[in-house]
C-alpha cells in the first residue's frame, strides 16, 4: 500500500510542479520502460515466481540451472530491443519531443529489468514483504523524496531520480539476495530445460504482456494520435483510478506462491479459500473508494491534480469500472499463471488486447481520450470473461 501510495503521490508531485508536456514525457519514459522490461524479458517474471516457489520439489542441478537461465535470457533479449529501439531512433523516423522520452525509457530499463528479476526471486523465497519493500516501496519514497528536495520542473531532472531510486533499491536487493544465489551456484552439477522453459515464459508473456500493453495504450497510440498533453489527462485518470486494483495487486503478492504450492499437492480446499478470501477483502475495500470517485469526479480531479487537468473527470466514471472489473478478475489471472493455466490467461490477455488496439485505432481519432477510455472498458469486460471461465473450470477439475 505505501508503495502505491508513493507512486501516485510523486506522479501527482511532478504534474503539480511540471508543465504538461515536461510531465507527459516523464510518464511516457515510465511507461515505455515497464513495456520493454515486461515483454522484453520473454514472459520469464511470472516464470521465476511459480518455479522458484517450487523449487523444493526439483533438484539442486536443475535450480542452479534455472537461476542462471533466468537471468542470460531476459538481459540479452533486453540487449537485443534497447539497440533494435536505438537504431529505429538514429533514423529519425520518430518525432523529437517522444524521441527524448524513449531514450529516457532506454536507460531505465536496465536496473528495471534486474530489480524485477529479484524481486520474483524475493516473492518465491518466503521474503513477499522484503520483495514489495525493496522493489517498490523503498525506490518510490526515495523518488518521490528526490521530487519534492529537489523541486523538479524538467524531464531530465525527473528520470534521474527515477534512475537513481531504482538503483539504490536494486543494491539493497542485490544485497539481501545473494546468499540465496550463492548457495545455489555453489552446486558442481548443473542441468538446463531451456526448451521447456523457454515455451512456458512465451505464453506468459502472451498474456501478461496483453494486459500491460492495455495499460499502456496511452503511450501507444493516445501520445502519437492526438498528442503528449491529452496523453497526460488520460493518464492522470488513469492513476486515480488505479486506487480500485490497490487491494488487489497487493493481495496477490502474498497469495500467489501459495497457490502456486497449493496446485502443486492438489489441495483444491486451500486454493478455493484463498480465492474466496481475496475476494472479499477486495469488495470491503473497494466501496468507499469507488462510492467518492462516482459521487466526487472534478472535485478528485481538481483536488489532486490541478485545474489543467479537469478535463479527465469526464472520463474518470469509465477508468473506475475498468478497473472494478480488473480488480474481481486479478485473483484468478494470478491463479491461472501458477497453476499450469498460461494458455487460457495468454489467450484472455490478447483477446483484450486485440479489441482494445482495434476500438482504439477507431474511437480515439473521433472521440479522443473518452473514445480511448469507451474502447477500455469494452475491452475488459471480454478479457474479464475469458479469464473467469477457464479458471473457475480448473479449480472444479482439482
Same mark, same amino acid.
Given at each position: 500500500?505505501l508503495?502505491?501510495?508513493a507512486?501516485?503521490f &510523486?506522479?501527482?508531485?511532478a504534474?503539480?510542479?511540471m508543465?504538461?508536456?515536461?510531465?507527459a514525457?516523464?510518464?511516457?519514459? %515510465?511507461?515505455? &520502460?515497464?513495456?520493454i522490461?515486461?515483454?522484453? +524479458?520473454?514472459?520469464?517474471?511470472?516464470?521465476? $515466481?511459480k518455479?522458484? +516457489?517450487r523449487?523444493e520439489f526439483?533438484?539442486?542441478a536443475?535450480?542452479?540451472g534455472f537461476i542462471?537461465?533466468?537471468?542470460?535470457?531476459?538481459?540479452? &533479449?533486453?540487449l537485443?530491443v534497447?539497440?533494435?529501439?536505438?537504431?529505429?531512433l538514429?533514423?529519425g523516423s520518430?518525432p523529437?519531443?517522444i524521441?527524448i522520452?524513449?531514450v529516457y525509457?532506454l536507460i531505465?530499463?536496465a536496473?528495471?529489468l534486474l530489480?524485477q528479476?529479484?524481486?520474483?526471486?524475493?516473492?518465491? =523465497?518466503? &521474503?513477499p514483504?522484503?520483495s514489495?519493500?525493496?522493489?517498490?516501496?523503498v525506490p518510490? #519514497?526515495?523518488?518521490?523524496l528526490?521530487?519534492v528536495?529537489l523541486k523538479?520542473e524538467?524531464?531530465?531532472?525527473?528520470i534521474?531520480?527515477?534512475?537513481v531510486?531504482?538503483?539504490f533499491?536494486?543494491l539493497?536487493q542485490? =544485497?539481501?539476495?545473494m546468499?540465496?544465489?550463492?548457495?545455489a551456484y555453489?552446486n558442481?552439477h548443473?542441468?538446463y530445460?531451456?526448451?521447456e522453459w523457454?515455451?512456458?515464459?512465451?505464453?506468459?508473456?502472451?498474456?501478461y504482456g496483453?494486459?500491460l500493453l492495455m495499460d $499502456?495504450?496511452?503511450t501507444? #497510440?493516445?501520445?502519437? #494520435?492526438?498528442g503528449m498533453?491529452?496523453m497526460a489527462?488520460f493518464n492522470?485518470?488513469?492513476?486515480?483510478a488505479?486506487?480500485?486494483?490497490?487491494?488487489s495487486?497487493?493481495? %496477490?503478492?502474498?497469495y500467489?506462491?501459495h497457490?502456486a $504450492?497449493?496446485?502443486r499437492?492438489?489441495?483444491s480446499?486451500?486454493?478455493r479459500k484463498i480465492?474466496?478470501?481475496q475476494m472479499?477483502l477486495?469488495t470491503l475495500?473497494?466501496?468507499p473508494?469507488?462510492?467518492?470517485l462516482?459521487l466526487?469526479p472534478?472535485?478528485v480531479?481538481?483536488?489532486i491534480?490541478?485545474a489543467?487537468y479537469?478535463?479527465?473527470a469526464n472520463?474518470l466514471w469509465?477508468s473506475? %469500472?475498468?478497473?472494478i472489473?480488473?480488480?474481481y478478475?486479478l485473483?484468478?489471472?494470478?491463479?491461472?499463471?501458477?497453476?499450469?493455466g498460461? $494458455?487460457a490467461?495468454?489467450a484472455? +490477455?490478447?483477446?483484450g488486447?486485440v479489441?482494445?488496439a482495434?476500438l482504439?485505432?477507431?474511437?480515439?481519432?473521433l472521440?479522443?481520450?473518452y473514445?480511448?477510455?469507451?474502447s477500455?472498458?469494452i475491452?475488459?469486460v471480454? #478479457?474479464f470473461?475469458?479469464?473467469?471461465k477457464?479458471a473457475l +473450470?480448473?479449480?472444479?477439475v482439482?
Amino acid at each position: 500500500m505505501l508503495a502505491r501510495v508513493a507512486s501516485i503521490f &510523486s506522479l501527482i508531485y511532478a504534474a503539480r510542479l511540471m508543465e504538461p508536456k515536461e510531465y507527459a514525457g516523464l510518464v511516457y519514459a %515510465i511507461g515505455l &520502460s515497464q513495456i520493454i522490461v515486461h515483454l522484453g +524479458s520473454l514472459g520469464w517474471f511470472n516464470l521465476i $515466481r511459480k518455479e522458484s +516457489s517450487r523449487f523444493e520439489f526439483h533438484s539442486a542441478a536443475l535450480v542452479k540451472g534455472f537461476i542462471i537461465r533466468s537471468f542470460q535470457l531476459p538481459v540479452f &533479449s533486453i540487449l537485443f530491443v534497447v539497440v533494435f529501439i536505438g537504431l529505429i531512433l538514429c533514423l529519425g523516423s520518430v518525432p523529437a519531443p517522444i524521441s527524448i522520452a524513449v531514450v529516457y525509457a532506454l536507460i531505465l530499463s536496465a536496473p528495471l529489468l534486474l530489480v524485477q528479476i529479484l524481486r520474483e526471486y524475493m516473492v518465491s =523465497y518466503k &521474503s513477499p514483504v522484503a520483495s514489495v519493500v525493496l522493489s517498490e516501496t523503498v525506490p518510490l #519514497m526515495v523518488m518521490l523524496l528526490l521530487f519534492v528536495a529537489l523541486k523538479i520542473e524538467t524531464m531530465g531532472a525527473a528520470i534521474a531520480c527515477v534512475f537513481v531510486s531504482q538503483i539504490f533499491g536494486l543494491l539493497l536487493q542485490i =544485497y539481501v539476495m545473494m546468499p540465496y544465489f550463492k548457495e545455489a551456484y555453489t552446486n558442481r552439477h548443473i542441468e538446463y530445460r531451456t526448451v521447456e522453459w523457454a515455451k512456458l515464459a512465451g505464453l506468459t508473456v502472451i498474456g501478461y504482456g496483453g494486459r500491460l500493453l492495455m495499460d $499502456r495504450m496511452d503511450t501507444l #497510440m493516445i501520445a502519437p #494520435m492526438v498528442g503528449m498533453e491529452k496523453m497526460a489527462i488520460f493518464n492522470s485518470t488513469s492513476k486515480i483510478a488505479a486506487v480500485v486494483l490497490l487491494m488487489s495487486i497487493v493481495l %496477490i503478492q502474498f497469495y500467489s506462491p501459495h497457490v502456486a $504450492r497449493a496446485f502443486r499437492v492438489s489441495d483444491s480446499e486451500s486454493l478455493r479459500k484463498i480465492i474466496c478470501r481475496q475476494m472479499l477483502l477486495i469488495t470491503l475495500a473497494l466501496f468507499p473508494v469507488v462510492m467518492v470517485l462516482f459521487l466526487y469526479p472534478v472535485d478528485v480531479m481538481v483536488f489532486i491534480f490541478g485545474a489543467r487537468y479537469q478535463e479527465g473527470a469526464n472520463i474518470l466514471w469509465l477508468s473506475v %469500472i475498468s478497473n472494478i472489473l480488473l480488480a474481481y478478475a486479478l485473483p484468478f489471472s494470478s491463479f491461472l499463471l501458477m497453476a499450469d493455466g498460461e $494458455r487460457a490467461y495468454a489467450a484472455a +490477455s490478447f483477446l483484450g488486447l486485440v479489441v482494445y488496439a482495434i476500438l482504439c485505432w477507431i474511437l480515439i481519432p473521433l472521440n479522443g481520450i473518452y473514445g480511448a477510455s469507451i474502447s477500455l472498458l469494452i475491452a475488459t469486460v471480454i #478479457m474479464f470473461i475469458f479469464l473467469i471461465k477457464p479458471a473457475l +473450470s480448473k479449480m472444479q477439475v482439482i
